[in-house]
Every structure is written in C-alpha cells, then in structure tokens.
C-alpha cells in the first residue's frame, strides 16, 4: 500500500553532516507517523526519531538528541533526517518506516509499531 525509498546516505567524515531523505509513494505521506531506524553490523536494529503526521511532534533517541534533526514535507509525501556533528558511532543502515496512527499526533520509538519499510541507505562516519 506504500512504498518507501531512502537516500542521501554516503561517506563522511566525524564532525560532518548529511540529510537523508524518504520518499513515499503508494499512500500520501500525511496519513502515516514516520520514523528512522538504523542498524549497524552485530548490533541489534535501534530507534533515531519519530514525527506525527503533521510535523509538530518529533521525538528523539538520547542518542542523537541535539545532534539530528527529523522532519516532514506532506505536500512532497518526503520525510528527511539531518544529522549533525557526525560520530563514528552513527555508522549504520538508516531505515525509514511508517506507521498508521491512533491520533494525530501520535509518535513513537518502538520499531514493532511500524506497518512498512524501506530497504535502507547506508551512512559511514569515518574517524
């Protein structure tokens, strides 16, 4: 029913900054909560950001708080993801997933939550 496809992601160096986006297509991107995921080798799947569906509600993994910054264009059906200051640590396969919603402005964080997956865009923070 929707199709979601990342990119933007690439090489970069600590301390740089990359946007990554996710195009919607299928459904338009004002019925879904969207939300980033991101999965780095041996390590187990982990939440980034959420957003409702209007763009007046985000939430942050500690992880990233301060440093990345969620946002929605509904009129473009396209999320985005501005990470900031850059940390090796950040290194992973970003994912983009949406999910319906029991109220507007609903977010959340859990991954088990989300009805539909992009296959992700690989971002590298080098030292």
């Known amino acids: 029913q929707v199709q979601l496809v990342e990119s933007g992601g690439g090489l970069v160096e600590a301390g740089g900054s990359l946007k990554l986006s996710c195009a919607a297509s299928?459904?338009?991107?004002?019925?879904?909560?969207m939300g980033w995921f991101r999965q780095a080798p041996g390590k187990e799947r982990e939440s980034v950001a959420a957003?409702?569906?209007?763009?007046?509600?985000?939430i942050y993994a500690d992880s990233v708080r301060g440093r990345f910054i969620i946002s929605r264009d509904n009129g473009k059906n396209t999320v985005f993801l501005q990470m900031n200051n850059l940390k090796p640590e950040d290194t992973a396969v970003y994912y983009c997933?949406?999910?319906?919603?029991?109220?507007?402005?609903?977010?959340?964080?859990?991954?088990?939550?989300?009805?539909?997956w992009g296959h992700g865009t690989q971002v590298t923070v080098s030292s």
């Open positions: 997933a949406a999910r319906k919603v029991p109220y507007i402005a609903s977010v959340s964080l859990r991954d088990d939550e989300y009805d539909y």
């Open positions: 299928g459904r338009t991107a004002s019925s879904y909560g």
């Open positions: 957003i409702d569906l209007s763009g007046g509600n985000t």
